[in-house]
C-alpha cells in the first residue's frame, strides 16, 4: 500500500524512525507530513504505536481539476464500490489550496456528489454520509489543479488518545507534548519534572512512554477494521505482539501545580491512560519547589502573554530562569513559548532550539541547562 503519515511540524524525523522500526520502506520526509510504503502489519503497526502521528491515510488516486465540474465527473469514474456497500456510510475531510474552488466544504460537496450518484447509477441506492463514525473517512487534498483523494486508516485523530478530561483548559496536543519530550533528548528512565502541568498532558505522555504500554493500547476501533481487505489475524497478531512485549523502565515522573483544578485534571488524565501509579502528583508552587532526584529534566509550558498583561508574563519567565538557576542545579529544563521576549528574559543562554507550532502559534522549544559551578568548570571537567 502506498501510505501517508500526517504529524506536526517540527517533528517529522521523529515519526520517520518511527516507521522504520515498523518496517515500512520508501520513507520520504515532507512538510508535517511523510509518504511511505507497507503491507497490512506495516499499517496496523504504525497505528497502534506510533507517537507522532496525527493521521495514517492510504493513497487511492489523484487526477487533475480545473473546475469543481472537473472534480465530479473525475470522482465519478473511481470504483468506490470496490470499497463500500451500498448502504453504507462516508465522509469527507478536505483540505484546498487552489485558485479553482472558492472552500473546502464546496470541494467536498461535489465530490460527495460524484460517490452517491456513481452508486444510485450502478446499485439504485446510495450511501449515507456519517460524520461520528463512517464506515469511510475520505481524505480529500487538492494543492493547485492536482486532486489526491485517500482513505482515513486512523479514524479518530491518533493524538486524541481518550485519556484527557472534557474539561481540560488550553491542553497541548498529545502529539506535540509526546514529540517536544522526544526533542529534549529525555528518555524513561531519567527524571522528569512537570511543575506547570495544567492539564497533565507532559506527565501522562511521559509515563505512557515509561509504562511501555502501545500508546493506543486502549483504543479499540481504527477505520481501517471497516475496509473491504481488513486483515483480522494480521491486527490481532500485531495486538498480541504488542501487549506481549511490554516493557516498563522505572523513571521517577513528578507534576505539580498551584491550581487545585490544575491537579485534579492531571489526575484524571492519568486515570484515563491507566498510569496513576506511575506519577507522583501534589498541588505545589514552582517558585517554592525543591527538586526530590539528584538530576534530571524539567519542562513548561507557561503563559505565552496571549491573554495574560505583557508585563506579567515577562517577570513571569524571568522568576521561572532566578529559581531554575539557584534551586535546580545539575538539572536541564525545556520551555515551550510563542514569546520571543519573555524567553530572553529567563536569564538563561539556551544550548538548543527547536521551531515548533502550539495549534497556529509558532513556538520555539528551548533547552537550557543548569550547570553546577559556572560553565567554565563544566567544560573543565568533561574535558580532562
Given at each position: 500500500m502506498n501510505l501517508y503519515l500526517k504529524t506536526l511540524a517540527g517533528l517529522e524525523d521523529l515519526a520517520a524512525e518511527e516507521l522504520k522500526a515498523a518496517g515500512a520502506t520508501h520513507i520520504e520526509v515532507g512538510r508535517r507530513g511523510i509518504s511511505f510504503q507497507g503491507d497490512a502489519k506495516v499499517l496496523y503497526t504504525v497505528c497502534m504505536h506510533s507517537r507522532f502521528a496525527v493521521r495514517v491515510l492510504r493513497y487511492l488516486t489523484s487526477f487533475e481539476a480545473k473546475t469543481p465540474d472537473d472534480l465530479y465527473r473525475q470522482g465519478a469514474r473511481f470504483a468506490w464500490e470496490n470499497m463500500l456497500e451500498p448502504d453504507g456510510s462516508f465522509v469527507i475531510d478536505a483540505t484546498v489550496h487552489s485558485d479553482g474552488f472558492s472552500h473546502s466544504h464546496f470541494a467536498a460537496l461535489k465530490l460527495k456528489d460524484a460517490i452517491v450518484d456513481r452508486f444510485r447509477?450502478?446499485?439504485?441506492?446510495?450511501?449515507?454520509?456519517?460524520?461520528?463514525?463512517?464506515?469511510?473517512?475520505?481524505?480529500?487534498?487538492?494543492?493547485?489543479?492536482?486532486?489526491?483523494?485517500?482513505v482515513d486508516a486512523s479514524g479518530e485523530q491518533l493524538s486524541r488518545r481518550g485519556y484527557r478530561p472534557r474539561t481540560a483548559k488550553a491542553p497541548?496536543?498529545?502529539?506535540?507534548?509526546?514529540?517536544?519530550?522526544?526533542?529534549?533528548?529525555?528518555?524513561?528512565?531519567?527524571?522528569?519534572?512537570?511543575?506547570?502541568?495544567?492539564?497533565?498532558?507532559?506527565?501522562?505522555?511521559?509515563?505512557?512512554?515509561?509504562?511501555?504500554?502501545?500508546?493506543?493500547?486502549?483504543?479499540?476501533?481504527?477505520a481501517f477494521m471497516e475496509w473491504s481487505d481488513f486483515e483480522p489475524d494480521t491486527w490481532r497478531a500485531v495486538r498480541t505482539e504488542a501487549m506481549a512485549s511490554i516493557t516498563p523502565v522505572e523513571t521517577p515522573i513528578f507534576a505539580s501545580d498551584q491550581h487545585p483544578g490544575a491537579v485534579r485534571q492531571t489526575m484524571e488524565s492519568l486515570e484515563g491512560a491507566d498510569v496513576e501509579s506511575l506519577v507522583q502528583v501534589k498541588q505545589a508552587d514552582f517558585f517554592k519547589l525543591e527538586p526530590r532526584t539528584e538530576g534530571g529534566m524539567l519542562v513548561f509550558n507557561p503563559p505565552y502573554g496571549e491573554r495574560m498583561d505583557p508585563g506579567d508574563v515577562v517577570g513571569l519567565y524571568e522568576r521561572i530562569g532566578d529559581r531554575l538557576?539557584?534551586?535546580?542545579?545539575?538539572?536541564?529544563?525545556?520551555?515551550i513559548?510563542?514569546?520571543?521576549?519573555?524567553?530572553?528574559?529567563?536569564?538563561?543562554?539556551?544550548?538548543?532550539?527547536?521551531?515548533?507550532?502550539?495549534?497556529?502559534?509558532?513556538?520555539?522549544?528551548?533547552?537550557?541547562?543548569?550547570?553546577?559551578?559556572?560553565?567554565?568548570?563544566?567544560?573543565?571537567?568533561?574535558?580532562?
Open positions: 447509477g450502478k446499485t439504485g441506492k446510495r450511501p449515507s454520509i456519517d460524520k461520528v463514525r463512517p464506515d469511510l473517512r475520505l481524505n480529500l487534498h487538492i494543492s493547485g489543479e492536482k486532486v489526491t483523494i485517500s497541548l496536543n498529545e502529539v506535540l507534548a509526546a514529540g517536544l519530550l522526544a526533542l529534549s533528548g529525555w528518555r524513561p528512565g531519567t527524571p522528569l519534572y512537570d511543575p506547570m502541568c495544567g492539564s497533565g498532558t507532559f506527565s501522562t505522555e511521559a509515563a505512557l512512554w515509561a509504562s511501555g504500554l502501545p500508546v493506543q493500547a486502549g483504543r479499540r476501533h481504527f538557576k539557584f534551586h535546580w542545579s545539575g538539572f536541564d529544563a525545556w520551555v513559548s510563542s514569546n520571543d521576549e519573555a524567553l530572553k528574559r529567563v536569564g538563561l543562554r539556551p544550548h538548543k532550539r527547536h521551531p515548533v507550532f502550539n495549534g497556529a502559534l509558532e513556538c520555539r522549544w528551548v533547552g537550557f541547562s543548569m550547570y553546577k559551578g559556572s560553565k567554565a568548570d563544566q567544560f573543565k571537567s568533561k574535558k580532562a
